[in-house]
């Protein structure tokens, strides 16, 4: 595995599109160990909800104020994110956000989870923990799949 396919997989797991889903494979399926490429997954993921809770705790109202492209891109996600997780997050409080992220499927991972926390409301610290479990379990998930064979023509990796 190249410098360059090591920053990519970087920017996979930080990115809210792919997340750990991407990255795992890819930095498998570009030389790395299982091991190493579930780890370079996990580490970068579970950033991720201190970097979006950080973000929504400072920029996101300076954002907000003078950036009308910034309102219009942001109450859409809001709206989507809030329809996918309350029902599961009213249900079983931060319990619902662990399994939202747990769960590895498209828009179901460490940044949706975080901003579901926040707009509900949840406590952060407990929120936080829940996030970092469910990049945990997601983690886990992924790499048994890639493990057991299952992964490079999976549902993980879109093959142009």
């Known amino acids: 595995m ?3 396919d090591l920053f990519l997989a970087i920017l996979l ?4 599109i792919s997340e750990l889903r991407g990255a795992i494979p890819w930095a498998y399926l570009r030389g790395a160990s ?5 780890l370079i997954g996990f580490c970068f993921n579970a950033l991720v909800g201190p970097i979006a809770l950080g973000f929504l705790s400072t920029l996101h109202n300076v954002f907000y104020r003078h950036w009308q492209w910034y309102v ?26 662990f399994l939202f992220v747990a769960i590895p499927l498209p828009f179901t991972g460490a940044w949706t989870g975080t901003l579901a926390a926040w707009i509900l409301g949840l406590d952060k610290r407990r929120s936080l923990l829940a996030v970092f479990g ?3 379990l997601s983690a886990t998930i992924v790499t048994t799949v890639l493990a057991l064979g299952f992964g490079e023509s999976s549902i993980f990796i879109k093959h142009f």
């Open 2 to 4: 190249t410098n360059f």
């Open 13 to 16: 797991a930080l990115a809210p």
């Open 34 to 38: 299982l091991g190493q490429a579930a």
């Open 72 to 97: 219009t891109l942001f109450d859409r996600f809001v709206a989507r994110t809030r329809r996918k997780v309350e029902g599961t997050v009213n249900r079983y409080g931060v319990w619902g956000i």
């Open 134 to 136: 469910g990049v945990a």
